[in-house]
T-cell receptor, first 112, second 118 residues
C-alpha cells in the first residue's frame, strides 16, 4: 500500500471548516483513499473514502486532486467533538486480508 | 444492536504472565483484525483472520498468539515473550461477503483494551 504524509497537528476554530491535507504521491491506479479518525482512547471511526471523484457524506467531504497525488478531508463546520487524530490511508480493495496501514495522522484541535 | 465488543477496557498484569484479550462481534463479519497502538503513534497490525480456523501474522506478531474457533470471536493472547506489552489494543472486523451495499466496506473497530504490564 502507498505511503501517506500528513501534518502532525492542526488547529481549527469552532464553526469554521477544517481542511486536512494528505499527500500520497506514490498512489497507484487501483488504490483508494480512506479517512478514519480516532478520538482519544477509542477505536478508529470510518469517515469517508474515494477513488478519484470527490465524495461527500453526512460527516465530511473528500477532495482528490486530478493527479490523485493528494487529497483533502473537509469538515464543513467543525465542532469541539471533532477534536481527534485523523488518519489518511491509501489501499487497494484486494490486498491480502485488506488490513489497514495507519501512519501518524493529524491531530486536529478544534478550539472554541 | 450489532457491534464489536472488547473486554475488559483496562487490564493490568504482572510481567511474565500471559494475558488474553477478548474480541466478540455479532455483525456476521468473516474478517477480523488485531492492532496495537502505542502513545502518539498509528495502529500496527498484529494478526488477522479472513475466515474461521484461519489466521495470518501481521507486521508485529512476535510474542502474540490468536485463535479463531468461532466466527464471532477472535481472542488475542499476549505472551510473556512480548517484550513491550503495555499498549492500547484494538480489534476490528469487516464484511467480506460482497452482499453489503458497499462491498469494500470499512473496518469496524471495537472500543479497545488498554493493557498495562507492571
Amino acid at each position: 500500500d502507498a505511503k501517506t504524509t500528513q501534518p502532525p497537528s492542526m488547529d481549527c476554530a469552532e464553526g469554521r471548516a477544517a481542511n486536512l491535507p494528505c499527500n500520497h504521491s506514490t498512489i497507484s491506479g487501483n488504490e483508494y483513499v480512506y479517512w478514519y479518525r480516532q478520538i482519544h482512547s477509542q477505536g478508529p471511526q470510518y469517515i469517508i473514502h474515494g477513488l478519484k471523484n470527490n465524495e461527500t457524506n453526512e460527516m465530511a467531504s473528500l477532495i482528490i486532486t486530478e493527479d490523485r497525488k493528494s487529497s483533502t478531508l473537509i469538515l464543513p463546520h467543525a465542532t469541539l467533538r471533532d477534536t481527534a487524530v485523523y488518519y489518511c490511508i491509501v489501499r487497494t480493495h484486494n490486498n491480502a486480508g485488506n488490513m489497514l496501514t495507519f501512519g501518524g495522522g493529524t491531530r486536529l484541535m478544534v478550539k472554541p | 444492536d450489532g457491534g464489536i465488543t472488547q473486554s475488559p477496557k483496562y487490564l493490568f498484569r504482572k510481567e511474565g504472565q500471559n494475558v488474553t484479550l477478548s474480541c466478540e462481534q455479532n455483525l456476521n463479519h468473516d474478517a477480523m483484525y488485531w492492532y496495537r497502538q502505542d502513545p502518539g503513534q498509528g495502529l500496527r497490525l498484529i494478526y488477522y483472520s479472513q475466515i474461521v480456523n484461519d489466521f495470518q501474522k501481521g507486521d508485529i506478531a512476535e510474542g502474540y498468539s490468536v485463535s479463531r474457533e468461532k466466527k464471532e470471536s477472535f481472542p488475542l493472547t499476549v505472551t510473556s515473550a512480548q517484550k513491550n506489552p503495555t499498549a492500547f489494543y484494538l480489534c476490528a472486523s469487516r464484511d467480506t461477503s460482497g452482499r453489503a451495499l458497499s462491498f469494500y466496506n470499512e473496518q469496524f473497530f471495537g472500543p479497545g483494551t488498554r493493557l498495562t504490564v507492571l
